[in-house]
């Protein structure tokens, strides 16, 4: 740096405070401690997606077009993802934990490593438009995902390795805002969306079983329960209900006692399948 002297009329030049007094006076220069990771961003009208790994402790979210991670544990032990050119909707890790998907608004999946360098393993476009919800079979060999589109392109369910489309999804007209794999054997995928409907598909290869018409509004998310034997949907109309895992009857409702005053986006199991 550059050091200034300052003229005396009669001590002449002096030199900088070299003491401990003007070391302590001396402004000190700001050192980095820790690095806080930003909220997920907010979109009204839609919940927050958050993905996770219970084996470590692990969740993911969005905000921009980058993904962040972070432990639960360890808050500000964080890492980011920033690989996809458009603003990003979900991320799911997969069942094993080594991999990642995750998409975006342009209807791009990308399939990446976990660890490591965090290598793309592949890149699709399943849906022509929006990603809104993204599922891994439990099995780890397929992908769900739904969001907004043309035609049929509403809902595509894919081998992650090769692309190979495993089922036909009709049923919906609408923007399909959640969807989800039945986490045992035999294999389901349950879907629903903006057109009031959820929709009950049996495979492999998937085909469309059923509609269910209970709601009157928005069908914002719909989940199994960890153990397969049913599943739950929530919806704009303020309603919780309950389906069959293997058949999707219906076979219960969330209380009306304290319920919602508003519309529920989202909805999610505890570990042991009895309390949501």
């Not at 009669?10 to 003491?19: K, M």
């Not at 595509?156 to 495993?166: E, L, Q």
């Not at 794999?181 to 294999?187: D, Q």
Request: glycine fraction near 10%; proline fraction near 5%.
């Amino acid at each position: 740096g550059i050091t200034t002297l300052h003229s005396h009329p009669t001590r002449g030049p002096t030199l900088p405070d070299q003491s401990e007094e003007g070391e302590r006076r001396r402004p000190k220069m700001a050192q980095l401690q820790e690095t806080y990771a930003c909220s997920p961003a907010t979109e009204r009208g839609r919940g927050i997606l958050l993905g996770g790994d219970a084996k470590t402790d692990t969740i993911v979210y969005c905000a921009g077009r980058t993904f962040f991670f972070r432990r639960l544990d360890a808050p500000l032990d964080a890492w980011t993802y920033t690989e996809h050119a458009y603003p990003t909707t979900v991320a799911r890790i997969s069942p094993n934990g080594e991999w990642v998907a995750s998409a975006d608004v342009s209807g791009c999946v990308r399939v990446w490593g976990r660890n490591g360098d965090r290598a793309l393993k592949a890149e699709f476009r399943p849906i022509s438009g929006r990603v809104d919800d993204l599922r891994w079979s439990p099995d780890g060999l397929r992908i769900v995902v739904s969001g907004d589109g043309k035609g049929k392109s509403l809902v595509r369910a894919f081998m992650w390795d090769s692309g190979s489309t495993v089922g036909d999804f009709d049923g919906h007209s609408k923007r399909v805002l959640s969807c989800d794999f039945k986490p045992t054997r035999p294999f389901r995928i349950v879907t629903c969306g903006e057109d009031f409907l959820a929709n009950y598909y049996e495979g492999p290869p998937f085909k469309f079983k059923h509609s269910i018409r209970d709601h009157s509004n928005f069908v914002n998310c719909i989940r199994y329960s960890p153990d397969g034997s049913k599943f739950i949907t929530v919806s704009s109309d303020k309603r919780g209900l309950i389906y069959d895992g293997k058949t999707g009857d219906k076979i219960g409702e969330l209380s009306s006692e304290d319920s919602h005053t508003g519309s529920i986006y989202a909805v999610s199991w505890s570990a042991d399948s009895k309390q949501v």
